[in-house]
């Protein structure tokens, strides 16, 4: 299992790590700050750098089976495995996902609470993000009040909070898992909490702002029909 730093704070943009396994194009480090794919989000990027000089781009990052696989540009050879790399994650890319992605907790609230709703799928990019939900209709004044709702929580500041519960225990409460499905893998027997204070409280592997003041300003850009009550938003947000 590679320990998740970034699980434990989304803020850290620098670690040591040891080199588990090297194979192919891609490293394996006992614990690892980059943040794979999942969720909707994009995979953090950035650099490894070694005691050597050697450094390389970390061009992908992916988890299976309780590992994190870092890609690389350059892979050094096998006499690496033991030592010591230093790690340094693309931060302007990292923080935007970390505000896309609470913004869409924030979203996916409002649409749950005030409209009944579920997130059927969403995704985040660094530069625009999208999610889809169940709903009759999104017209513009719907719209409009969406936009307002989410403005007036990222005004609001509220903080935000991760904690972990026993799977078994999480489950008793149904509002934690928010996604129309649970793609929660069986195997995770402990579920990490993020808590949007006095706005939302969901299971979630993801980066996340330590405040919703953090998300900035909140750009609407498009909505779409996918379908009889199914809805997609597009949105990004501004400095």
């Known amino acids: 299992m590679t320990e998740l730093l970034f699980q434990q704070d989304s803020y850290i943009r620098e670690f040591e790590a040891e080199i588990i396994d090297v194979f192919e194009d891609t490293i394996l480090l006992d614990k690892t700050a980059f943040a794979p794919k999942g969720g909707g989000l994009m995979p953090d990027q950035g650099i490894l750098q070694f005691d050597d000089g050697y450094q390389c781009e970390v061009i992908d990052v ?26 340094i994650i693309d931060w302007e890319r990292r923080n935007k ?27 985040i990019t660094p530069e625009k993000s999208r999610v889809d939900f169940d709903i009759d209709h999104l017209r513009q004044e719907r719209v409009q009040e969406i936009e307002a709702a989410v ?4 005004a609001g500041d509220h903080k935000v909070s991760v904690s972990f519960l026993e799977r078994q225990e999480a489950l008793k409460d149904p509002e934690l898992i928010r996604t129309k499905v649970n793609l929660i893998p069986e195997s995770v027997k402990i579920l990490r909490i993020v808590e949007i204070e006095d706005v939302d409280r969901q299971a979630d592997g993801g980066v996340h702002v330590r405040s919703t003041k953090e998300i900035g300003t909140f750009v609407p850009l498009k909505t779409e029909n996918r379908g009889k009550d199914k809805k997609r938003l597009y949105f990004t947000i501004s400095p």
């Open 97 to 123: 996902q970390m505000r896309l992605h609470t913004l869409i907790h924030t979203i996916s609230s409002i649409l749950y609470k005030k409209y009944g709703t579920t997130v059927t799928g969403g995704n």
């Open 151 to 154: 403005r007036e929580i990222i």
């Open 62 to 87: 992916y988890s299976k089976s309780g590992k994190v696989y870092h890609k690389l540009s350059l892979v050094p050879d096998e006499t690496y495995i033991g030592k010591t790399v230093k790690g």
